[in-house]
């Protein structure tokens, strides 16, 4: 039976990047308190913590002192060893739970899972030796995308295949590791669904994001997405359904792919709060990480309801060259929020930030997000 926890009650959570971080705020704000566990003695969410343990996930004694320390725990970090989950739940409240991450955490398992289910995917071969190119029909996926099974994000551990002689020097500098070849597709649009699904079952979507990446890492996130409802639907509708057949318990995001023939194709699931539903800390009644904290704690969802259309902008490290970017350009529209994780060091392609700006019209929100961002870029 899941437990109803209480505000007064201390949370912890796995991982102490800018995901934790959102999340111990929106926690506070509500009365709890919350544990960070992180291997980084200056972590974002660390230093905004109420209490911190300095640990690696696979240090036993630190996670049995964060699972008797805390009523219950989350994580931020789809990475987390499943065991790690398992055991915890011996000593608290734990979700999501450890079989959704696992699968989540692996591109084969989760597109087994997905294709298992019937919901459509990406084309894709799974390449565990350089053998493996030999296939007679490989071309069907060329071009591609070569992407590492784990660990790879924000387009990190990804190699684009032009051709066949690609292949190989492509699996080489991935250092061999367990891949799958994804074709290539020519995108007419990218969209992702937050879902939110509590351990009796009630479920709730945020509106649909629209998603422009650039070099594989999310720039902008349009919402809602300018696309017809009933494609809006159909990602909410889907979205649900994979969070009902993980039997998911907390915040899942879904990514889609939208093809030029209005075709929705599932490219990836993370069992956590997503970048692209960020934009719901400032424009929605209840944020994903608020979703996140009221799953955890057994509460009844909140409202996902938008109040105002929003366009959220990523800030990258490349953004600080030498000195901290000049944040007058964000911080005189008063209809735009600035939000900084804390790092110290901006490396490029590093996830620093967001800012997201609000406007009765989607049009306006994004001739000034755009502005914003080329002021801040120097343009
Ligand atoms: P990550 O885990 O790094 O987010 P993704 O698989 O989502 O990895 O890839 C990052 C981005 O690269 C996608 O959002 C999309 O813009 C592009 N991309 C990935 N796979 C494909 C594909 N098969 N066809 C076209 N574009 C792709
Ligand atoms: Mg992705």
Redesign the pocket.
């Known amino acids: 039976m899941y437990k109803r926890v209480m505000p007064g009650a201390m949370l912890g959570v796995l991982g102490g990047g800018q995901l934790g971080r959102m999340f111990v705020k929106a926690a506070q704000e509500m009365g709890y308190r919350v544990t960070v566990l992180d291997s980084s003695p200056d972590s974002p969410a660390g230093r905004v913590a109420d209490d911190f343990i300095a640990a690696n996930y696979s240090d036993h004694s630190a996670l049995k002192k964060i699972g008797e320390h805390c009523a219950a725990v989350t994580t931020e970090f789809e990475n987390i060893p499943a065991d790690v989950l398992e055991k915890l739940s011996n000593h608290c409240q734990v979700s999501p739970g450890a079989k959704s991450v696992q699968i989540a955490q692996n ?1 084969i398992s989760e597109k087994e899972f997905l294709a298992t289910n019937g919901f459509p995917v ?1 084309p ?1 071969r799974i390449i565990q030796q350089a053998e493996d190119f030999q296939a007679p029909d490989i071309h069907e996926y060329l071009p ?2 070569l ?1 590492v099974s784990q660990f ?7 190699k684009r295949i032009h051709n066949e002689a690609e292949l190989k020097p492509a699996f080489e500098g991935l250092n061999h590791s367990v891949c799958v070849l ?6 007419a649009l ?1 969209v992702s669904v937050v879902v939110a699904r509590s351990a009796d079952g009630e479920i709730k979507t945020f509106p649909v994001a629209e ?1 422009q ?1 650039v070099h ?3 720039d902008i996130s349009i919402v809602p997405a300018r696309i017809s409802s009933a494609l809006a639907d159909q990602a909410q509708k889907t979205a649900c359904q994979v969070a009902e057949k993980l039997n998911y318990c907390g915040v899942l995001c879904v ?1 889609f ?1 939208v093809l030029s023939d209005g075709e929705l194709l599932i ?2 699931i ?1 069992p956590r709060p997503h970048n692209s539903g960020h934009y719901s800390i400032d424009a929605c009644i209840t944020s994903q990480f608020e979703q996140q904290v009221r799953t955890l704690c057994g509460l009844p969802l909140g409202e996902t309801k938008q109040l105002t259309t929003a366009v959220m902008v990523n800030l990258l490290g490349d953004l600080w060259h030498h000195n901290e970017p000049d944040w007058t350009y964000v911080l005189q529209c008063p209809m735009t929020k600035l939000h900084l994780y804390g790092k110290t060091e901006a490396r490029p392609s590093r996830k620093m930030g967001h800012f997201t700006v609000m406007n009765d019209s989607l049009d306006t929100a994004l001739q000034q997000a755009i502005s914003i961002k080329n002021k801040l870029n120097g343009n």
């Open positions: 591109r990406v894709y591609g995308i992407k790879g994000y924000d387009g990190k551990g990804q994804e074709k290539m597709l020519s995108l990218e998603n990446h594989g890492i999310l990514e792919f490219n990836e993370a």
